[in-house]
């Protein structure tokens, strides 16, 4: 298998539901992108490097091709940085959300 052909079916798996998601998570889902950042397509370089991508925030995971379950492995890391990336989001709509809705005023005696 190819790093491009793993990446692409992490992807369609998050986009189809595959995996288990909370309701804010689900949201996101269609908008996840993994993309292949390696100078290789082979599972067996040495260097690979795999960007996951949520609108303008992003991971940048990097695996040598000795690790053991090297696919389930990226996997995984892909589902974490996703979930990640996701509580990143809901912080930052949540501060927009937060800021732009409350009025401060303060009162000197």
């Not at 795999?50 to 925030?57: A, F, G, K, W």
Request: with cysteine; charged share 30%.
């Amino acid at each position: 298998m190819k790093v491009s052909e793993l990446c692409k079916m992490v992807q369609d798996s998050i986009h189809s539901g595959k995996y288990p998601l909370e309701d804010n998570q689900r949201d996101w889902a269609n908008s996840i992108q993994v993309i292949n950042r390696s100078s290789s397509d082979d599972l067996e370089s040495s260097d690979i490097k795999i960007e996951v991508r949520l609108q303008e925030l992003y991971v940048l995971n990097n695996y040598v091709s000795d690790l053991q379950h090297l696919p389930g492995i990226i996997e995984i890391d892909i589902m974490d940085s996703f979930k990640m990336l996701c509580r990143r989001l809901a912080r930052k709509d949540k501060s927009v959300t937060d800021t732009s809705s409350s009025t401060m005023s303060l009162k000197r005696q």
